[in-house]
């Protein structure tokens, strides 16, 4: 009885705390709503595409698969949108070595290591002129690994119902 006394006015103020205070907050513009140098549909393609590509034709990878899409920069599904890449392959008992080739084909291609200042990335990831690349074991299939690929939110066309492409013709 006593708890409950001293726990009721504090769920109030709990409760009531965020009433009022979206109107003191400012909105802030998102700064992929609308991108400084728009890129065309090709040029999306080409910074994430490519890249794929020159990777899995320096490491030598199993069971090579890869897909491009885009993907809306916002919740909205909305322009602007940006190139992505996923390429999976089987990974060995080991799967480090793997990644660690690569890690270093990356490099060796005049990617930087971490994510680009500002950002925060899940998993091991580079960069390089604004694309984002991440590698690691790929969640949905267990025994799999994923290299993906990130471009910059710089294409404004209209791509909100359109599905991934299959790009695995163009890896090997």
Same mark, same amino acid.
């Given at each position: 009885? +006593?708890?409950?006394?001293?726990?009721?006015?504090?769920?109030?103020?709990? *409760?009531?705390?965020?009433?009022?205070?979206?109107?003191?907050?400012?909105?802030?513009? !998102?700064? #992929?709503? /609308?991108?400084?140098? /728009?890129?065309? =549909?090709?040029? *999306?393609?080409?910074?994430?595409? =490519?890249? *794929?590509?020159?990777?899995?034709?320096?490491?030598?990878?199993?069971?090579?698969?890869?897909?491009?899409?885009?993907?809306?920069? !916002?919740?909205?599904? +909305?322009?602007? #949108?940006?190139? %992505?890449? +996923?390429?999976?392959?089987?990974?060995?008992? =080991?799967?480090?070595?793997? &990644?660690?080739?690569? %890690? =270093?084909? $990356?490099? *060796?291609?005049?990617?930087?290591?971490? /994510?680009?200042?500002?950002?925060?990335?899940?998993?091991?990831?580079?960069?390089?002129?604004?694309?984002?690349?991440?590698?690691?074991?790929?969640? $949905?299939?267990?025994? &799999?690994?994923? $290299?993906?690929?990130?471009?910059?939110?710089? !294409?404004?066309? +209209?791509?909100? /119902?359109?599905?991934?492409?299959?790009?695995?013709?163009? $890896?090997?």
């Amino acid at each position: 009885m +006593e708890i409950t006394r001293l726990l009721a006015p504090l769920l109030i103020v709990f *409760a009531l705390g965020g009433c009022g205070m979206s109107e003191s907050v400012p909105a802030q513009d !998102n700064p #992929f709503d /609308a991108p400084q140098d /728009a890129l065309s =549909d090709e040029q *999306a393609r080409a910074q994430v595409v =490519d890249p *794929a590509v020159a990777v899995v034709r320096a490491v030598p990878l199993d069971d090579v698969t890869g897909g491009f899409s885009f993907g809306s920069c !916002n919740d909205q599904g +909305e322009p602007p #949108f940006q190139g %992505r890449v +996923e390429v999976t392959f089987r990974l060995p008992a =080991d799967p480090e070595p793997v &990644y660690a080739q690569i %890690r =270093d084909a $990356l490099l *060796a291609q005049g990617w930087t290591g971490g /994510a680009p200042d500002g950002q925060v990335v899940h998993g091991a990831s580079l960069h390089r002129d604004g694309v984002k690349a991440t590698v690691g074991p790929r969640a $949905l299939d267990p025994g &799999y690994g994923s $290299l993906q690929f990130y471009g910059e939110c710089g !294409n404004t066309g +209209e791509h909100g /119902a359109e599905g991934a492409v299959d790009i695995t013709g163009e $890896l090997r």
